[in-house]
């Protein structure tokens, strides 16, 4: 199983190390953890299911800094013999995502909010690798983890009950803008009430608390959001995220499986 932190073999490790040496980060030591969680077994083939997570400490100048982050793999062997192997380390759209919408309240009254970043910063912090017992947990986690970010900010939520609108979560259900990527980033886009974020034009605008949202395959459909917890000594954001649980990674994602050339991101800095 050494092959699975063998950077010649992987390609996403290998990418997540260029990139860091190419920014110049000094990596000190990378740990990694292994944990088989399921085996199924024909004849003489063996699927094997596994998480790994990966820690990397960093020197940047005269200060350390962790990265890490938790991902899924799948191997196939025949007999002992390796056969096919595959890592995910972030995930296509959850069964929602179809659910597209513009979300356009210029008639609406602006009720204004004092934002307190440390506070989303610090919950970000808190469960960037654990799921907080207050909200349901969903497969595809990472839009509901900011919006829970954002909300321990103090952005307030409106809409309820019609999950089309506003921004919201419930005991029993939850806007779509709460849970889904693509539905959050349209929402940010065009809210005038309530939570509300203004577009920038590239990620070194953003402050901590900020979130940027990520079309992997530049089609207009956006599949995965982050939340800005730190900034490097280039002024460049880190960010935490879950699905493929993450935390200061760099904000590129140049290191994900799912990254392809026609990436486009969105870049929105919170009101308040």
């Given at each position: 199983m050494d092959r699975l932190t063998d950077q010649q073999e992987e390609a996403w490790l290998h990418h997540k190390v260029?990139?860091?040496?190419?920014?110049?980060?000094d990596i000190q030591r990378v740990t990694f953890h292994l944990q088989p969680y399921h085996r199924q077994s024909y004849d003489e083939s063996t699927i094997l299911y596994y998480g790994i997570g990966i820690s990397i400490l960093l020197k940047e100048g005269q200060h350390f800094y962790l990265e890490?982050?938790?991902y899924k793999g799948i191997v196939w062997f025949d007999g002992e013999k390796w056969v096919k192997h595959e890592m995910e380390t972030e995930t296509g759209s959850s069964e929602a995502e179809r659910v597209t919408s513009a979300f356009v309240e210029k008639d609406e009254f602006n009720r204004a909010f004092t934002y307190n970043r440390r506070e989303a910063v610090r919950y970000a912090e808190r469960w960037w690798n654990s799921y907080n017992p207050a909200y349901r947990h969903f497969d595809v986690d990472c839009t509901n983890y900011i919006s829970q970010c954002l909300?321990?900010?103090g952005a307030p939520m409106w809409g309820q009950p019609n999950r089309s609108k506003g921004w919201w979560y419930g005991s029993k259900t939850w806007s779509y803008s709460w849970a889904v990527a693509n539905s959050l980033r349209w929402y940010l886009s065009g809210s005038r009430k309530g939570l509300t974020a203004v577009e920038k034009s590239s990620a070194d605008q953003l402050s901590l608390g900020d979130v940027i949202c990520y079309d992997?395959?530049?089609?207009?459909?956006?599949?995965?959001?982050?939340?800005?917890?730190?900034k490097d000594a280039n002024g460049m954001p880190?960010?935490?995220?879950?699905?493929?649980?993450?935390?200061?990674r760099y904000w590129a994602y140049e290191d994900s499986t799912a990254y392809t050339p026609n990436i486009k991101y969105k870049f929105f800095h919170i009101d308040g």
């Open positions: 260029v990139g860091l040496e190419e920014r110049g980060k890490e982050g938790t909300r321990a900010g992997f395959e530049g089609d207009g459909r956006y599949n995965h959001n982050t939340i800005v917890v730190k880190l960010v935490n995220a879950h699905t493929s649980n993450s935390r200061q």
